[in-house]
């Protein structure tokens, strides 16, 4: 029995964020799995756990923890090394905003509760709703590849030469891409530092298809 306990699903894009931190600090971790689908994320035992009914949660410190990128702040608040975030507030202020650009801005509308509504309410079919995911990466990853590919602050991953909190946010949006077919062709600072983060285990082991419950 590790001393965390993520509560999460295969395909959860923040689910995923938290296991890539999660790995890169080097942290052992259980898992157990809440399949959206099936709406199990739903359930009373689970909303005890988290009233938003949502995963990830994080059991761990005697606590639990919500939202993605506040779990992987916390963990690097508390556990500093390998750092997720740069020392400087300017570095940190640039790191979080590429990383709400994908977290905060392409995310909320792109995910399977709203998937799921342009079908039920809407009676979007899976060419809309794959137009609609479309869309939405393109409007963020767009500027995203302006910046990435011309601020002197990018290096081999999206800030410097070291993995952190905007190529956390970055991998599984990529991921998730190819199931709506993203041309990436107009993306290469992107896809160039999304291969480089696959190279390490940490990525690789986070990955949905790697996970237990992956179907």
Not at 47 to 70: H, W, Y
Not at 76 to 102: F, H, I, Q, W, Y
Not at 116 to 135: I, K, M, N, P, T
């Amino acid at each position: 029995m590790s001393d965390a306990l993520l509560h999460g699903y295969f395909r959860s894009s923040a689910a995923f964020r938290v296991r890539i931190a999660l790995n890169l600090k080097g942290l052992a971790y259980d898992q157990t799995f809440r399949h959206l689908r099936k709406g199990e994320q739903r359930a009373p035992d689970y909303l005890k756990l988290n009233p938003m009914g949502l995963v990830p949660a994080l059991e761990i410190d005697g606590q639990i923890l919500t939202q993605s990128l506040a779990i992987i702040e916390y963990l690097d608040e508390t556990r500093p090394n390998p750092a997720l975030m740069p020392k400087d507030a300017a570095g940190r202020a640039r790191v979080r905003s590429l990383s709400l650009s994908l977290a905060a801005e392409i995310h909320p509308i792109n995910n399977l509760r709203v998937l799921e509504d342009l079908r039920s309410r809407f009676g979007a079919d899976d060419a809309a709703v794959a137009r609609w995911f479309r869309h939405w990466v393109e409007v963020t990853f767009a500027p995203l590849e302006t910046r990435l590919a011309s601020e002197a602050h990018t290096g081999k991953f999206c800030h410097g030469d070291t993995p952190g909190l905007a190529d956390i946010c970055l991998v599984p949006q990529v991921i998730n891409n190819t199931r709506f077919d993203v041309d990436m062709t107009p993306y290469p600072t992107i896809a160039r530092i999304h291969k480089a983060c696959l190279e390490l285990d940490a990525f690789k082991n986070a990955l949905p298809a790697n996970q237990p419950d992956a179907e």
